[in-house]
């Protein structure tokens, strides 16, 4: 039983190690971005009545100032995180479309892209942690097991 176990681990434990390198990869930029007490500040109320091109805007849009955030990323962190996105080696992983979609979906913001619409707020809320979209090697597992691998799949109901 313990050499059963012992060649199930020696096969997993690859198969880990290279999912959870693509979560690295998400994680080390993700601490790079900006956090909740450096994010660019609302403008008050008092800012925003006396701005003129501002007044009708306040009451359907929230107007943000750029030049209160605190950023410490720079262009090579940036270069760095799509190249090493880009160059990820797919080989012995599962769900290899799904890796592929979040990094397609990450691609758009790319700043060397040709729509060009970085946005670091965009880029946070994609890396951030969701039940609906998770990061981590045994969630990705456990979201294919529950919602792309339904019990009630055809072979399921064969069996009736």
């Known amino acids: 039983m313990d050499l059963i176990l012992n060649i199930l681990t020696f096969g997993i434990k690859p198969l880990y190690e ?3 390198s693509f979560y690295e990869i ?8 900006p956090r909740k007490q450096n994010e660019a500040r609302k403008l008050t109320e008092k800012d925003v009545e006396n701005n003129i091109m501002l007044r009708g805007i306040s009451k359907t849009m929230t107007v943000i100032d ?3 955030q605190k ?5 090579s962190d940036i270069d760095e995180f799509y190249n090493k996105l880009n160059s990820f080696n797919y080989d012995f992983i599962l769900f290899k479309k799904y890796y592929i979609s ?4 990450l691609n ?3 700043p060397k892209a040709e729509n060009t619409n970085f946005d670091l707020a965009i880029l946070k809320e994609l890396l951030e942690e969701k039940e609906s979209k998770p990061l981590r090697p045994i ?4 979201f294919h097991l ?9 072979i399921f109901k064969l069996k009736k």
């Open 18 to 20: 290279k999912h959870n």
């Open 146 to 154: 529950k919602y792309k691998y339904k019990l009630t799949s055809w």
């Open 102 to 105: 979040i990094v397609k979906n």
């Open 139 to 142: 969630p990705i597992l456990i």
């Open 71 to 75: 950023i410490s990323l720079t262009e």
């Open 108 to 110: 758009r913001f790319n």
């Open 26 to 33: 998400l994680v080390e930029f993700r601490n790079k971005l």
């Open 66 to 68: 750029l030049s209160t």
